[in-house]
């Protein structure tokens, strides 16, 4: 029995300059790709969260002691988010206007720190403050802190999203 040799035949013989082109091009598409992807990455990139690992790890002690002291104090510290302002007021453990501090307010956006605003809150009252500046929608943290005399008394991270 006589067996039959399938051949496909194009044409066209494949040279040696044929597959230096297949393999130039295979190549240049790859390097092509990574260049599109590593610009897109490195221009989107808002750069790291923490400066240094090394100094956040030496203060998370004293943030730890100063969040126990927080806690301690049951201050109640609420926000009001709305048409261009923000408003924050904030009682002790007795229900009583915290007086003599200064409020923080900032809004931090969670994945890119350039757009982070910083508001100039301004006292209006007994343990009331109030900061009129417009912050662009979306989802943001927003982040309340109250000093007295350079001491940080009070801090509060919230995820709120702004209409």
Not at 28 to 55: C, H, M, P, Q, W
Not at 63 to 91: C, P
Not at 94 to 111: D, I, K, L, S, Y
């Amino acid at each position: 029995m006589a067996s039959r040799a399938t051949s496909f035949d194009c044409g066209k013989p494949i040279t040696g300059r044929f597959v230096l082109l297949c393999f130039v091009s295979f190549f240049g598409v790859i390097f092509a790709a990574n260049f599109f992807l590593v610009r897109a990455a490195v221009t989107s990139f808002g750069g790291v969260e923490t400066e240094s690992a090394y100094k956040a790890g030496l203060a998370f002690r004293q943030e730890s002691e100063a969040a126990a002291a927080q806690a301690a104090r049951h201050w109640q510290v609420s926000a009001h988010i709305g048409e261009g302002r923000v408003e924050v007021s904030a009682q002790d453990a007795a229900g009583r206007p915290v007086t003599g501090a200064e409020a923080t307010v900032r809004f931090h956006h969670p994945t890119d720190r350039r757009f982070d605003v910083a508001l100039d809150a301004a006292s209006v009252g007994a343990g009331r403050w109030r900061a009129d500046e417009h912050v662009p929608p979306g989802q943001w943290d927003l982040v309340i802190e109250l000093n007295r005399d350079g001491e940080r008394l009070f801090r509060s991270t919230n995820r709120v999203t702004v209409r």
